[in-house]
């Protein structure tokens, strides 16, 4: 069976370090579809029901911005889980985010 959109995403969100974190593009990019930043967070909305899980909270908007924490319920779980994983958010922005990012495209 052919995998979807959303499974190469899922796919690629899965093996996002502890610690880490990536864009919507930089998903996009790794599977060869850089306009579909949109269809990644589209993917990640979806996520809460993928098995095995999938870590969408360390997946952010290019800027380091917490902008799919309303897919979260409640809305501050997504900075929750980013602080049990040592990453600091303030004003839902990811500090130090360019040390912190992780881009499928160098790290796989």
């Given at each position: 069976m052919e995998q979807t959109f959303?499974?190469?995403v899922f796919e690629v969100a899965r093996l996002i370090p502890k610690g880490r974190v990536?864009?919507?593009g930089a998903i996009a990019r790794s599977l060869?579809?850089?306009g579909?930043?949109?269809?990644?967070?589209?993917?990640?909305n979806a996520a809460g029901t993928a098995?095995?899980?999938?870590p969408a909270?360390?997946?952010v908007n290019s800027s380091g911005l917490l902008t799919g924490k309303f897919h979260f319920t409640p809305p501050e779980l997504m900075q929750e889980l980013l602080e049990q994983e040592g990453i600091t958010v303030k004003e839902d922005k990811i500090q130090n985010f360019k040390a912190l990012f992780w881009d499928p495209l160098t790290e796989l």
């Amino acid at each position: 069976m052919e995998q979807t959109f959303y499974d190469q995403v899922f796919e690629v969100a899965r093996l996002i370090p502890k610690g880490r974190v990536t864009s919507y593009g930089a998903i996009a990019r790794s599977l060869g579809s850089a306009g579909s930043a949109r269809m990644v967070g589209y993917a990640m909305n979806a996520a809460g029901t993928a098995h095995p899980p999938v870590p969408a909270h360390r997946v952010v908007n290019s800027s380091g911005l917490l902008t799919g924490k309303f897919h979260f319920t409640p809305p501050e779980l997504m900075q929750e889980l980013l602080e049990q994983e040592g990453i600091t958010v303030k004003e839902d922005k990811i500090q130090n985010f360019k040390a912190l990012f992780w881009d499928p495209l160098t790290e796989l």
